[in-house]
């Protein structure tokens, strides 16, 4: 009688620990590091590529004098890399919480790099019309004793706020080396 009662007691925990783990698994895993203070970027953007897919994207890429034109279609991990810029500009991380000051006007939302504050991440400017996201830029600057970057970038959406065209704009300098400039414009087809 006692080895039954004790087989079913394990039973039981079995049962009970393997209902605790079905239910933790199918909840999601959040990010401790993550806030939401500011405009949620990467949140936006991965619904944006989710809705671009299958869509044509003519890029003009410019490297200093070399210019080259492509044309392509990516899947959510090309978008991923292509638009890479705009989710590393995603300052929504708890170190960052307090060093943004936000301010609205004029259908634009802008969150701008307080002064004494450390980040390359300068501005990020979001405007809307009639509720919808029309137009993202961000300004992001990188500068010590050996090194200058400054890279500029821009997301444009249509009127049902679907992603139109990206760019980027940016240079490099290196102390002893000469400067270098990148330049990227991509229209996206439907």
Same mark, same amino acid.
């Given at each position: 009688m006692k080895s039954s009662l004790k087989g079913f007691l394990w039973l039981m925990v079995l049962?009970?620990?393997?209902?605790?783990?079905?239910? =933790?698994?199918?909840?999601?895993?959040?990010?401790?590091?993550? +806030?939401?203070? $500011?405009?949620?970027?990467a949140d936006f953007l991965e619904k944006k590529i989710a809705q671009?897919? !299958?869509?044509?994207?003519? &890029?003009?890429?410019?490297?200093?004098? @070399? @210019?080259? &034109?492509? &044309?392509?279609?990516?899947?959510? =991990?090309?978008?991923? %890399?292509?638009?890479?810029?705009?989710?590393?500009?995603? +300052?929504?991380?708890?170190?960052?919480?307090?060093? $943004? =000051?936000?301010? @609205? @006007?004029?259908?634009?939302?802008?969150?701008?790099?307080?002064p004494g504050e450390k980040n390359n991440i300068r501005e990020i400017k979001v405007s809307k019309k009639?509720? &919808?996201?029309?137009? +993202?830029?961000i300004v992001a600057i990188k500068n010590n004793l050996f090194y200058h970057s400054e890279v500029y970038g821009e997301l444009t959406f249509d009127e049902n706020e679907q992603l139109s065209t $990206?760019?980027? =704009? !940016?240079?490099? %300098?290196?102390?002893f080396l000469t400067g270098t400039s990148l330049e990227v414009q991509a229209e996206i087809e439907e």
């Amino acid at each position: 009688m006692k080895s039954s009662l004790k087989g079913f007691l394990w039973l039981m925990v079995l049962a009970y620990l393997g209902v605790a783990c079905t239910e =933790e698994e199918s909840v999601p895993f959040s990010n401790p590091t993550q +806030i939401d203070a $500011y405009f949620p970027m990467a949140d936006f953007l991965e619904k944006k590529i989710a809705q671009s897919a !299958g869509a044509d994207v003519s &890029k003009t890429i410019r490297f200093n004098d @070399e @210019e080259e &034109k492509v &044309k392509f279609i990516p899947d959510r =991990e090309a978008w991923r %890399k292509e638009l890479d810029f705009f989710f590393q500009s995603d +300052i929504n991380k708890a170190a960052l919480a307090s060093s $943004y =000051e936000t301010r @609205e @006007e004029d259908n634009m939302l802008i969150h701008a790099l307080k002064p004494g504050e450390k980040n390359n991440i300068r501005e990020i400017k979001v405007s809307k019309k009639e509720g &919808k996201v029309r137009e +993202i830029g961000i300004v992001a600057i990188k500068n010590n004793l050996f090194y200058h970057s400054e890279v500029y970038g821009e997301l444009t959406f249509d009127e049902n706020e679907q992603l139109s065209t $990206y760019s980027l =704009e !940016g240079n490099q %300098k290196v102390w002893f080396l000469t400067g270098t400039s990148l330049e990227v414009q991509a229209e996206i087809e439907e």
